[in-house]
């Protein structure tokens, strides 16, 4: 089926506009579904046929993810990806049936994500050493991402075009290519403003042309520390967070230093930069947002999702009872 797999990833770039992580996902639960029937076929994967995917080894496959212990998140997601192929199957006429649909999904775990408080968060934020040119962009990444609530892929994604610092807004496109414009609060512009002045002096840095024994070096094949560095084209986007090199930076470069932030200040365990946005919905809920603007501001389509990234204490919940009930103060 590597015909109908190759159609069906540029069916989703393409038709559905879904982001390369979600083609790579799909790609990735769809070739371990082929690889499961394969073996418990005792043949190649290679050589299965579009009438090897029917409902009974959907399900034998989803009993085999439970035994191995994987999440309740993780199965609906592969069987996601594995209804969208069916489907696209059964439009394109390789296979007569959509036996994907008839099969369950796992009831979710309802799980609270980790979020710190308002003052682990500040500690967190003065953990940078904004006098060394990475402690500054550490600063402004962590001021970036408490005061949007953006996703990790949101955030190494944005170029400098994409930041209004004098309008405190940021443009993000989030999952889908969804554009959406969400505010940052004072601390962060002039925490934006301190990287991108270093910024700009590490790229001009960069774009200086080397001297003349590193190019003679260069040329006879030195090593790659001694080449001189490419200087950007001006059609190239500008990455607003970039590392030593001058590349943009990786979400796996952000999940590190998030991480070495937190040990430092936090005995804290499971704080991502996703527990960052998990904080920044949490602490404007506590404080009396609606729960439709964090919705908008953290680019869900559904409210459910929303609901899921927030929660309420027991202490708000009798604070809130307090102040609204009629007879809630009355002896």
Known sequence: MKEQIRDFLEYLRLNRNASDHTVSAYASDIAQYLGFVAAEAGTAAAGLEPSAL?????????????????????????????????RFLRREGWIEGDPAALAVSPRREQKIPSHLSVDEMSRLLEMPDASDPLGCRDR??????????LRLSELVGLDVADVNVSGRMVRVFG???????VPFNAATVESLRAWLTVRYEMRRKLSEPAPPAAATAARRGGSRNDRPARRPRRD???????NFRGSRLTGRSVQRLVARYVSACSSRFGI??????????????????????????????????????????????????????????QP
């Open 54 to 86: 029917d409902l009974t080894t959907i399900r034998l496959f989803m009993a085999e993810l439970h035994r191995q212990g994987h999440a309740r998140a993780s199965v609906s997601r592969k069987l996601s990806a594995l209804r969208a192929f069916s």
């Open 140 to 149: 402004a990444i962590l001021e970036l991402f408490y005061a949007s609530g």
């Open 175 to 181: 999952k889908g290519a969804k554009e959406r414009l």
């Open 236 to 242: 190239e986007a500008e990455p607003l967070f970039v």
């Open 272 to 329: 991502s930069p996703h527990a960052l946005r998990h904080s920044f919905a949490t602490h404007l809920l506590e404080r009396g947002a609606d729960l439709r603007a964090i919705q908008e501001l953290l680019g869900h389509v559904q409210l459910s999702t929303t609901q899921r990234y927030t929660h309420v204490n027991a202490a708000q919940l009798l604070n809130v009872y307090r102040k609204a009930h009629p007879r809630a103060k």
